[in-house]
């Protein structure tokens, strides 16, 4: 039975410019520098690594990213917890809010040998956890925290609730209290290294304050668990903290850039196009790539205007990037003349993102290249990923 790949695909391809547009573009080059970078600084801070596989959703990507590591991972969804499962991680945090209906589904996994944790907020939900245990299951529960995210956890600056959560969950058989955790999401709104190392000492604070106040009241608090690609990059002091979870550091994207968490060399994803259209009397040309392929996703405009829907590589004139998009067009401009002759229908452009990891959510695979190899013109590999819920 043929897959897609071969279906669409002549086995004898080597290039990119054989592949269908569009198409998720990896560069594993990038990926190792990036994986090793992050996991050598935390490595050498003393704090475990827990990456965050939303962004990736790859085994592949996965391996590699726990390399040298325990394997702990962090997922968003169920989907992503099976998938990995199957890929042979055992020590895995659903780190989404979990509802008392989704708890039969994780006591499944943990049941197959899969330390599936999960987190909560809620009282309420704590004490149907505490009563889901039984007849066999078991559950491993993370408190949440806001450290100013302003998304869900409870509000550091009074942690109001925590004693009762945590009781709930330490006193009940079967439930082990894992530890506490947050996602210092603010920190993408930052653009130096002193805004983005103060967001990270405010999550440092507000998850040990919480950690603290549990072992004061005599209920353990093993996991100190912050999260965020800024904050684990740009960080000054981890003291306190036992495990990071940054996630879209694998791949890093625009928004990472202009942030300061990486460098422009750094970006390992981007999207495979082909130019569809010649529009000189707007000095404008159209790919094959739109809201679907790239997103419309515009957080890298935060601190660069400029950068629309995603940025051309290796552009032949200045701020050449998709301005506009609709479902299945990009509407790619620039400062400059376009130059058309250089650019023919048909011809293959890459589009750097700017997130990541909604980007990526578009596509079932990666065309995975290496350029320390060949510049990255051949398909050296591809991995696969997993959509959905």
């Given at each position: 039975?043929?897959?897609?790949?071969?279906?669409?695909?002549?086995?004898?391809?080597?290039?990119?410019?054989?592949?269908?547009?569009?198409?998720?573009?990896?560069?594993?080059?990038?990926?190792?520098?990036?994986?090793?970078?992050?996991?050598?600084?935390?490595?050498?801070?003393?704090?475990?690594?827990?990456?965050?596989?939303?962004?990736?959703?790859?085994?592949?990507?996965?391996?590699?990213?726990?390399?040298?590591?325990?394997?702990?991972?962090?997922?968003?969804?169920?989907?992503?917890?099976?998938?990995?499962?199957?890929?042979?991680?055992?020590?895995?945090?659903?780190?989404?809010?979990?509802?008392?209906?989704?708890?039969?589904?994780?006591?499944?996994?943990?049941?197959?040998?899969?330390?599936?944790?999960?987190?909560?907020?809620?009282?309420?939900?704590?004490?149907?956890?505490?009563?889901?245990?039984?007849?066999?299951?078991?559950?491993?529960?993370?408190?949440?925290?806001?450290?100013?995210?302003?998304?869900?956890?409870?509000?550091?600056?009074?942690?109001?609730?925590?004693?009762?959560?945590?009781?709930?969950?330490?006193?009940?058989?079967?439930?082990?209290?894992?530890?506490?955790?947050?996602?210092?999401?603010?920190?993408?709104?930052?653009?130096?290294?002193?805004?983005?190392?103060?967001?990270?000492?405010?999550?440092?604070?507000?998850?040990?304050?919480?950690a603290e106040k549990l072992?004061?009241?005599?209920?353990?608090?093993?996991?100190?668990?912050?999260?965020?690609?800024?904050?684990?990059?740009?960080?000054?002091?981890?003291?306190?903290?036992?495990?990071?979870?940054?996630?879209?550091?694998?791949?890093?994207?625009?928004?990472?850039?202009?942030?300061?968490?990486?460098?422009?060399?750094?970006?390992?994803?981007?999207?495979l196009a082909s130019v569809?259209?010649?529009?000189?009397?707007?000095?404008?040309?159209?790919?094959?790539?739109?809201?679907?392929?790239?997103?419309?996703?515009?957080?890298?405009?935060?601190?660069?205007?400029?950068?629309?829907?995603?940025?051309?590589?290796?552009?032949?004139?200045?701020?050449?990037?998709?301005?506009?998009?609709?479902?299945?067009?990009?509407?790619?401009?620039?400062?400059?003349?376009?130059?058309?002759?250089?650019?023919?229908?048909?011809?293959?452009?890459?589009?750097?993102?700017?997130?990541?990891?909604?980007?990526?959510?578009?596509?079932?695979?990666?065309?995975?290249?290496?350029?320390?190899?060949?510049?990255?013109?051949?398909?050296?590999?591809?991995?696969?990923?997993?959509?959905?819920?």
């Amino acid at each position: 039975v043929l897959d897609w790949h071969a279906r669409f695909i002549p086995m004898s391809t080597q290039t990119i410019d054989d592949l269908p547009t569009p198409a998720l573009i990896l560069d594993r080059a990038i990926l190792r520098r990036n994986t090793k970078r992050m996991s050598e600084r935390l490595r050498n801070a003393g704090v475990m690594l827990r990456p965050h596989l939303k962004t990736a959703k790859s085994i592949q990507v996965g391996r590699m990213a726990v390399e040298g590591h325990d394997g702990r991972i962090t997922v968003s969804t169920l989907a992503e917890a099976r998938y990995f499962a199957d890929g042979g991680f055992k020590d895995i945090l659903y780190g989404v809010g979990i509802v008392p209906s989704k708890l039969a589904a994780v006591s499944e996994l943990r049941k197959q040998g899969v330390n599936l944790r999960v987190v909560t907020d809620n009282f309420a939900v704590a004490k149907a956890i505490a009563a889901a245990a039984k007849d066999g299951d078991t559950f491993s529960v993370f408190i949440e925290i806001d450290s100013g995210a302003g998304r869900a956890g409870l509000p550091f600056s009074a942690l109001p609730g925590l004693l009762d959560i945590g009781r709930v969950l330490h006193e009940a058989p079967g439930v082990e209290l894992a530890g506490v955790m947050t996602h210092a999401g603010h920190s993408y709104h930052q653009s130096t290294p002193d805004g983005i190392a103060a967001i990270a000492e405010q999550e440092r604070v507000a998850i040990v304050t919480a950690a603290e106040k549990l072992r004061a009241a005599g209920i353990p608090c093993p996991i100190v668990s912050g999260g965020s690609t800024p904050t684990a990059m740009l960080s000054r002091d981890f003291t306190g903290i036992t495990e990071m979870r940054p996630g879209v550091y694998v791949f890093n994207d625009l928004d990472q850039e202009y942030i300061g968490s990486c460098g422009a060399g750094d970006i390992a994803l981007s999207v495979l196009a082909s130019v569809i259209g010649h529009y000189p009397h707007r000095n404008q040309l159209l790919i094959d790539a739109g809201a679907l392929a790239l997103s419309k996703d515009i957080s890298a405009q935060e601190f660069q205007p400029k950068v629309g829907y995603g940025t051309i590589v290796d552009a032949p004139v200045r701020a050449m990037a998709v301005v506009d998009c609709s479902q299945e067009h990009g509407f790619v401009g620039a400062d400059d003349p376009l130059p058309y002759g250089n650019l023919p229908v048909g011809a293959r452009v890459r589009v750097l993102p700017n997130h990541a990891c909604i980007t990526a959510a578009a596509y079932d695979r990666y065309y995975v290249v290496d350029s320390d190899l060949d510049g990255g013109k051949s398909v050296v590999d591809i991995y696969d990923r997993i959509n959905g819920w």
